[in-house]
C-alpha cells in the first residue's frame, strides 16, 4: 500500500527548513545585537554576514531553498500549501517582485546594518578598555 505524499514527512521537514532559512536571515541581519552581548559570537556571526551578503549581491541562490524545494516535491506539494508557515514565513524570505536591484539593495541594507552594530560594539569595547585602564589615583599634596 502506498503512503499519500501528505503522510510522509516531506512536507514538515520542508517547513522547518523554511524555519531555519528564516532564522538564518534574521541572525545575518540582527546577530550583531547579539555579539554586544556575547562577544565571541563574532565569529559565527561573520561569516553569516558574509555570507548572506555575498549571495544577495551575487544573486546566488541560497542552497536551503533547492533543498525545500525538492522536499517539498517528495512530499507531492505543487506549491506551497496556506498554512503558518506558507502563508506568512515564506513570502519574507521569497517576496515578489525581488528583482537584482532589489537584492543589492537587501545586501547593502545588511552590510550598513551590521557595520552600525559593529561600530557601536568596537566603540563601547574601547570606552570599557579605557575606563578599566584608568585607575583612580590618589590627589598628590
Given at each position: 500500500m502506498a503512503m499519500n505524499p501528505a503522510q510522509t514527512p516531506?512536507?514538515?521537514?520542508?517547513?522547518?527548513?523554511?524555519?531555519?532559512?528564516?532564522?538564518?536571515?534574521v541572525f545575518v541581519v540582527f546577530g550583531g545585537l547579539l555579539v554586544m552581548k556575547?562577544?565571541?559570537?563574532?565569529?559565527?556571526?561573520?561569516?553569516?554576514?558574509?555570507w548572506g551578503v555575498a549571495i544577495e549581491l551575487s544573486g546566488w541562490i541560497c542552497p536551503?531553498?533547492?533543498?525545500?524545494?525538492?522536499?517539498?516535491?517528495?512530499?507531492?506539494?505543487?506549491?506551497?500549501?496556506?498554512?503558518?508557515?506558507?502563508h506568512y514565513l515564506l513570502p519574507m524570505l521569497y517576496p515578489q517582485g525581488l528583482t537584482r536591484k532589489s537584492q543589492i539593495v537587501l545586501g547593502a541594507l545588511v552590510v550598513v546594518v551590521n557595520g552600525a552594530i559593529y561600530g557601536w560594539v568596537f566603540r563601547e569595547r574601547k570606552v570599557q578598555r579605557f575606563n578599566s585602564?584608568?585607575?583612580?589615583?590618589?590627589?598628590?599634596?
Open positions: 516531506y512536507p514538515m521537514l520542508a517547513d522547518l527548513v523554511v524555519l531555519v532559512h528564516l532564522g538564518f536571515v556575547w562577544h565571541r559570537l563574532i565569529w559565527i556571526h561573520l561569516p553569516a554576514v558574509f536551503l531553498t533547492p533543498l525545500e524545494n525538492w522536499l517539498r516535491h517528495k512530499g507531492g506539494e505543487e506549491n506551497y500549501q496556506f498554512d503558518f508557515v506558507a585602564s584608568t585607575v583612580q589615583r590618589p590627589a598628590r599634596r
